[in-house]
Each structure stands twice: as C-alpha cells, then as structure tokens.
C-alpha cells in the first residue's frame, strides 16, 4: 500500500512547489511554511497540511521526508521552519541549539504506537519485551526459542536517521543493535521485506500495518506484547494504547525554531483543533491524550 | 602563440582580419580558463575532503579508523568509528560484480565488433548505451522487487538483500563502460593479424581467442577498470538492494553495507562539525582515493594501447 509512498511524496512536493510558484506570481501575500523530517509522519502531515491548504487559500506548505534526525538537522541548520520529528531532541542537538542562541518549542501533535511484526512462518504471536531486545541485541538466533518454528531470525529496521530507530533502541534493545540488521530506507521497505522473509522480524508505525479499511496488511503476523506479570497485548488493541497500557506508544512533535508565528502557528493550531485530530485519528495514529493538550497549552499553541 | 598572431595582426592592414584575430585570441583564453576550472575544481573538492577528513583524527587513532571493524557513530554505548568491514564490503561487492560483467562485458565487445552483422550491430551498440542512462533508483527498485526474490528462491534463501544482489545490479550498470571500451580495443587490432592468422588455417573462434583478444588485452583490462571505478562510486542501487547491515561480510549471502551507502544514509542526519561529520569525510576522501587510483591505472593501462596502435 506504501510502496510507492516516496515517489508520490516527491511528486506532492513539486507539485505543491510549481503551485505555490505559479500562485505567488498572482497574488504576492502567500506565505510559505517547510516543513521537513520523521518519516513517521510525513504522509500525515501532508494530509493535514492537503486539508489545511483547502481552508486557508494564501498558504503553501512543502512537506518532505528524510528522517527526524534529518528534520532537526535542518531546524538547526535554519533550512526548515517546522521539523517533523518521532522523538525528543538527544542531548548533542540540545547542546548545538544553546549554542546558536534559540529556543525551541516541541509541540506534541499526535501520538504513534509501534508495532512488531513478523512472517506469519515464523510461528509466534506473542513476545515479551526483554525477548525482543534479546532478539535486536543479536542474542537469539532462531524462532524455536521463543516456540516459533525452526527458522533462522532476519532482522529487520530503520536507519540510524531515523526517531523510531532511536525510540526502539532507547526503550526495547537498551544497547547496541546487532550488526546484522538490515537498515532499511523507510517503513515501507521493512514491511515489504518481512513479508518476503519467512524469519523477518521489523518494527513500524501501525499507520503503515493497517489498510485504509483498518485491515492488517496481508503476509504480517503482529506481534502481542508482553510486559512481565501482565496479559498480551495485541498492537490492534486501540483502547489499550489511548489508555497508555500498551507499551510502544510515543509522542510525534514537531519543533520550530523560536515561537512559531503566521501560517506556522496557525497550521500548528490547525493540527490541534477537532478536525485535525480527527484526521490524525483516521489515519492510523492517535489523538493526543490531556497532558500532551496540557503541555501545548503551557507553549501557548494549544486551544485551551 | 599570442605573439604570432600579433604580428600577423600588424602585417594584415584588414580590420576583418584583426576583429577574428581577437575572437581567436580571446576564445584560446577562455577554453583554456574553462580547462583550467575543472582542475580547480578536482583540487578542491579533494582539499576539501582532506581537511574535513583529517580533523576526524584530533577525536580517533588511525589504528582504530582503519582497522576498526564496528562503526557505530549514533551508538547506544561508546561510539565506534572503524572502517574496515565497509572497505571490505565495498571492495567486495565492485570484485564480484566484475566477475559477472567481465565475461558478458567481454563476449558482447567481442561479438559486436567481430562478428555481429552491420544491421544488428547498429541496433544493439545503441541498446547497451542506453542502458547506462538508467537511473540508479530504477535499478535499485528493480534489485528490491525482482532479482532479490529471485536469488531468495533460487538459493532456498529467506530474503535476496545481500551482497549477490547488489553485485548483479553493478554489473548490469557497468556494462556499457565495459562494453564500449572493451569493444574500441578489440576493433583498434590491426586487419593484418588477423588475416594473418587465417592465413595459417586458424578459424574465428582460434583468431578470436589466441590473436586478437591476446592483441586487445590492455585496452580490455582498462575497460574492466573503469568499470570497476563505475561499481565503486555507484550508491543508490547497493543502498537499496543490499540491506546495509553493518557487519563483517562472511560470503555472497550476507547483507553488506558499503562507503557510500554510508555517507548517503549518514550525512543528512549528522550535526556540522562534529567527530560524526568529519569521520564522513574521512570516508569520502578513503573513496575519493581509491577511484582516483582506480582511474588512473586504466588510463595508464589504456595508454599503452593507443600509443602502439598508432
């Protein structure tokens, strides 16, 4: 379903760019906002930003790809205005931000939960949590461990660009990946892979595991997850990850450089206002819960 | 040279004269300007590189960068800046795409210039350049859907990311280079050699294989080197076709990660001027290195052909 998502990012991206060309050679109050990183969340914000775009006529708003790491390096680099990103700012990015004198406001605009998922032939469907670091720490080799079927395990992920490859690293593997994982450019790809892998084993947004009509993808076994002492919990279970009892939920922000103002501001708002979380909701990822609604009222973006 | 012209400029009263005269002049100055800039332009794309690269080893021994076999810049623990597997995987890869694209590269040179008929040979020269303006991307998605599966199957394999599969996209995408020049070297062998082996009863095959290969050998040795220079730079297609796992390469079926593919996954996410950022460039001007020697040893190697063709 998401194969071709990068190319049709590119295509969205020319076509927004000629149009915001063409528009700001007729009236010349359109103001453009970049917004560039987690590749997480382009493909809702592009919709977002699609919808947003229909109510406020003299906005253009480009939106790539490339990476949350990405997107903060081109926050600090001053070459994005809003960075997309699936994890907080590491403390290296924090430190080259003090010393360029500004200040950065994350906002929380919606919420991810991530997904294990592996090749139906490996025969499991319920992993413990220290299992899985186990199995990304390169300390298992083989399904019949975890009493799967006799298959060689293939791991599978992200690049190290990535805030997913850096939120299941901090929060599951807690240390190094094994050298023998396959960096993949994009969710999409490790999707694909692990369906042609019968020991895949990958972890994505459950907005790339679900159809457009809430369907599991064909060929993918999600993985429940254990946390010890406690019943599975399966990644489809959307009351338990709004309540926060399923355990790889995260926060998606998106940062600006110094207090967001303009179109910035009003597309921030805009993401945070009842339709924009109905559109986060739709597909695939979560609205945000009241201490995010909180936190980006203390900013002075949230609606109150 | 522009003293000559001046005098022929006094000697000639015409003002049509003196005005080409200029232009000729003035054009002789800036071509060579232009080759000038493209020298310029090599220098300091490498200065460049040097230094950014060099500053890396204020942070980390030379030891540890060239023999280190974990790289690991975004690591959990300690960071790890060892570059041995990637050269290994690099080198790995571009050798074993060689021994694909040498005897296809080689047998098509030799069948288009020798043996193909006119009409045939008009079709195919033009096909096999078009195959170099194919762009990586394609074959890389071509070496995801396609030959990956089709290595997973025909190896009994669980998935077709590795080392194999990229070696076979890099052939394809070296042949026209090896193609061409290999063919350019096979076709500059003297008439009279081969007519001389016919001559004492050789057939085509026994020409081919004992005079005019044997004739052509440096010219053919210099178009699998700039192949293999093509194989070594090329990025996007091992990026996307190899599965990029960091590890040491056992053998054909494992996942490698070679330099570029590196430098292309790293460098946008990598904060300026950090231990990170110049161990890039470091690894960039490890690159810059080996295709600059690459090259000129197939020029060296080419120009002993020419010069005794002539």
């Keep these: 379903m998401q194969r071709f998502t990068r190319l049709k990012n590119l295509a969205l991206v020319v076509i927004i760019s000629t149009n915001s060309f063409f528009l700001g050679c007729q009236h010349t109050n359109v103001e453009t906002v970049v917004i560039k990183g987690s590749d997480t969340e382009v493909n809702l914000v592009q919709e977002l930003a699609e919808r947003f775009m229909e109510t406020d006529a003299d906005s253009s708003l480009t939106i790539t790809g490339g990476g949350s790491g990405f997107g903060i390096a081109s926050l600090i680099n001053r070459k994005t205005d809003i960075a997309n990103s699936s994890r907080p700012l590491n403390s290296k990015e924090k430190q080259l931000i003090d010393k360029q004198g500004f200040r950065v406001y994350p906002v929380i605009f919606a919420q991810d939960a991530i997904a294990v998922v592996v090749h139906p032939k490996a025969n499991v469907s319920e992993l413990s949590l220290s299992d ?18 006799d298959t060689p395990i293939s791991l599978y992920g ?127 990822y979560f609205e ?17 | 040279m522009a003293t000559d012209i001046n005098r022929v400029g006094t000697l000639a009263k015409d003002s049509n004269l003196k005005q080409r005269l200029f232009a000729d002049n003035l054009f002789f100055w ?7 800039l493209a020298i310029l332009v090599l220098l300091g794309i490498f200065l460049m590189l040097v230094f950014n690269g060099g500053r890396m080893f204020w942070d980390i021994g030379f ?23 990637m050269i290994v995987s690099t080198i790995f890869v571009t050798l074993l795409s060689m021994l694909i694209a040498a005897p296809l590269g080689i047998g098509t040179a ?26 990586s991307v394609a074959v890389g998605f071509i070496g995801i859907v396609l030959v990956g599966p089709a290595i ?7 998935n077709g990311l590795n080392a194999l599969n990229g070696a076979i996209l890099l052939a394809v995408m070296s042949l026209p280079t090896v193609i061409t020049v290999a063919q350019d070297a096979i076709q500059s062998v003297p008439d009279s050699y081969k007519e001389a082996s016919y001559a004492i009863g050789a057939n085509r095959w026994e020409t081919l294989v004992k005079v005019t290969l044997p004739a052509a050998a440096s010219g053919i040795i210099a178009a699998l080197i700039l192949g293999t220079g093509r194989a070594v730079g090329e990025t996007m297609t091992v990026l996307m076709a190899t599965g990029n796992a960091t590890a ?42 080996i295709t600059l020697s690459v090259n000129l040893v197939a020029e060296w190697i080419a120009s002993g052909y020419r010069n005794r063709g002539q």
């Design chain 2, 248 to 289: 040491m390469p056992t053998g054909l079926f494992d996942s490698v990660r070679t330099m570029t593919a590196t430098i292309a996954i790293e460098l946008g996410e990598v904060p300026f001027e950090t231990t990170h950022y110049h161990s890039l460039f470091a690894v960039g001007a490890m690159l810059f290195l």
């Design chain 2, 110 to 135: 030799a069948f288009l210039a020798d043996f193909a008929p006119q009409r045939l040979a008009n079709i195919l020269k033009p096909a096999i350049e078009m195959l170099a303006a194919v762009p």
């Design chain 2, 30 to 36: 800036i071509f060579r300007a232009a080759a000038a």
């Design chain 2, 63 to 85: 030891g540890e960068f060239f023999f280190g076999t974990v790289w690991n810049p975004s690591a959990y623990g300690a960071e790890k800046y060892g570059i041995l597997s």
């Design chain 1, 288 to 304: 945000i819960n009241e201490s995010q609604k909180k936190a980006n009222n203390e900013l002075g973006i949230g609606l109150n």
């Design chain 2, 152 to 158: 997973a199957s025909v190896f009994g394999l669980n």
């Design chain 1, 158 to 284: 992200r690049q190290s660009n990535s805030g997913t490859f850096v939120y299941f690293r901090e929060v599951i593997v807690k240390g190094e990946y094994d050298a023998t994982v396959k960096q993949m450019n994009g969710t999409a790809q490790i999707i694909e892979a692990v369906k042609q892998d019968a020991g895949g084993i990958g972890y994505v947004g459950i907005g790339y595991l679900l159809s457009k009509k809430d369907e599991v993808v064909n060929g993918l076994t999600p993985v429940s997850l254990v946390v010890e002492g406690k019943p599975p919990i399966s990644p489809l279970d959307k009351a338990a990850i709004l309540e926060g009892r399923y355990p790889l939920v995260r926060p998606l922000f998106q940062f600006t450089n110094g207090e967001p103002t303009g179109k910035s501001l009003k597309f921030l708002r805009y993401e945070l206002s009842e339709e924009g979380q109905q559109i986060v909701t739709k597909n695939g």
């Design chain 1, 132 to 149: 899985i670091g186990k199995i990304y720490r390169g300390e298992a080799k083989n399904w019949k461990e975890f009493g799967g079927s």
